[in-house]
């Protein structure tokens, strides 16, 4: 998806970000109150040829990554992996206490022969302040949180970047486009999942210590850009940029697809490469 849902499988053990699938419309996330989309879980977990899953881990606990995976675990037999916010996402929805694991910072979670990190970070900072203050001022998620409720509600909770170790190879997976400086000094890995949402909105000083700080830091081979896509967009069809409607949650397409593009060329050694949706990419051979 160009949101920052990704399903990942080795043929023996299956997991997946965010799950989401919903696509509440710009009225409802202005001044109205959402809930999880039954209908689109249910064909969005189809599309993507997904029955079982291991674990379902929200990036950080905004709707736009976390409102949905408790259906997606109650659907799947996943465990619900993320921050007590996202813990608390989980309750509101009922999902079994069970099935609902609180990460720490930096401490390994095997899935099969996944080994997965999660590294506290920051999320993107939105350049306008209030806009900044309103989805990221508070972010804790105190309490089980039951839709429908206002699309603020869904606070940030914690942003995680994700490390992937496997024995076919290793993998970033940077679900917003913040960052914690030297948070990642010390790894390398072949692949880089760079959320990228908003970014161009943002200063070009910014979108360059983005860069050092995730890409250049791991030095991958392979940059797959995600979380690009229109929040309000349908999921199926050609992906579509930010609606006008939308441009207070993010904006700046031309910069960012501009940026992008400068790293393509100062950076030859560097394989960019984006995905399809719902089609099975060999991540390593």
Do not use: C
Request: proline share 8%; net charge negative; aromatic share 8%.
């Amino acid at each position: 998806s160009g949101t920052a849902t990704l399903v990942f499988s080795d043929g023996e053990t299956k997991w997946m970000t965010d799950g989401w699938f919903s696509r509440p419309g710009p009225l409802q996330l202005a001044v109205g109150t959402i809930a999880p989309d039954l209908d689109a879980i249910e064909q969005g977990l189809a599309a993507n040829g997904v029955r079982n899953l291991a674990a379902v881990l929200p990036l950080h606990s905004h709707y736009d990554h976390a409102m949905d995976a408790p259906e997606v675990a109650r659907r799947t037999g996943a465990m619900l992996l993320g921050s007590e916010a996202t813990a608390n996402i989980g309750r509101g929805w009922g999902l079994p206490e069970a099935q609902i694991q609180v990460l720490a910072d930096r401490q390994p979670v095997r899935l099969g022969n996944f080994v997965i990190t999660p590294i506290e970070s920051r999320h993107f900072q939105f350049p306008d302040p209030a806009m900044r203050e309103r989805a990221l001022g508070n972010p804790v998620i105190d309490a089980p949180l039951v839709p429908p409720v206002s699309a603020f509600d869904y606070r940030l909770g914690k942003a995680y970047i994700l490390h992937v170790d496997h024995p076919r190879g290793s993998w970033l997976i940077v679900g917003s486009a913040g960052y914690e400086e030297d948070a990642l000094q010390g790894l390398e890995v072949d692949v880089v999942f760079l959320g990228v949402g908003g970014l161009g909105s943002q200063t070009p000083e910014y979108r360059d210590a983005f860069w050092r700080e995730t890409v250049t830091a791991v030095a991958p081979e392979r940059v797959i850009p995600i979380h690009f896509d229109s929040l309000t967009g349908p999921v199926a069809g050609p992906f579509t940029g930010p609606v006008k409607a939308m441009s207070f949650l993010s904006g700046g397409l031309e910069d960012l697809l501009a940026f992008l593009r400068r790293q393509e060329q100062v950076n030859p050694q560097l394989q960019f490469q984006t995905l399809p949706r719902f089609d099975e990419v060999v991540l390593f051979d």
